[in-house]
């Protein structure tokens, strides 16, 4: 899925295998839509990966090994089983440590913030996530309110598919704030560990 370079800016997509369908497509759509380069990141590049509902089927752009998080103005999490699969690979959580700490826009849905969970960024912030993590969350010291919409700082989290026109409008939007100051990619982000 990656595309010829475009002056609004590259998204990363974590991805792997059992994503939510929808929450992946659609969000991409609108990503890209709006002049944005969304590049799916998996353990390996050429993966092919499928959705939870199979009404999906993709292959990664690039593996995690083959990124820097520096190259990024935004980070999208879909939900489904993909997540947690996700979460068990250090590498994927080193990746989301160290692009929450470039402050840029950080978009997850559904069970993406399990992987804010496991990087263990959770404490003191507040999001939402799908029913179930949300008590993952509130017992791991995040506040968890039950809105379509939550953003907190650099955070946009939403619940479930329904929420998804939310989601992606407020992505795009505080993507645009990014632009609006004019920021040029810092290389100045943590060390993923090998």
């Known amino acids: 899925m990656a595309e010829a370079a475009n002056k609004t800016g590259r998204i990363a997509c974590l991805l792997a295998e059992g994503f939510e369908d929808s929450e992946f497509r659609l969000p991409c759509d609108r990503l890209r839509r709006a002049g944005y380069l969304v590049e799916i ?5 050429g993966q092919k990966l499928e959705g939870e509902r199979k009404h999906e089927r993709v292959m990664t752009d690039l593996g995690v090994d083959d990124v ?23 590498r994927f959580v080193d990746f989301v440590k160290a692009f929450d700490h470039t ?8 069970h993406g913030p399990q992987l804010l969970l496991a990087a263990e960024l959770q404490r003191g912030r ?21 809105e379509e919409v939550v953003v907190d700082g650099n955070w946009i989290t939403s619940r479930k598919p329904d929420d998804l026109e939310a989601f992606g409008e407020r992505f795009i939007a505080e993507l645009a704030k990014l632009a609006e100051r004019r920021e040029e990619p810092s290389r100045d982000v943590p060390a993923l560990s090998s």
């Open 103 to 110: 402050g840029r826009p950080l978009a997850a849905i559904c």
């Open 126 to 146: 507040t999001l939402t996530a799908w029913k179930t993590v949300q008590s993952d969350l509130r017992q791991a010291g995040a506040k968890v309110v039950d």
């Open 68 to 90: 820097e998080v520096a190259d990024y103005q935004g980070l999208l999490i879909p939900g489904g089983y993909s997540p947690d699969k996700l979460r068990a690979d250090q």
């Open 41 to 45: 990141i998996g353990t390996r590049a």
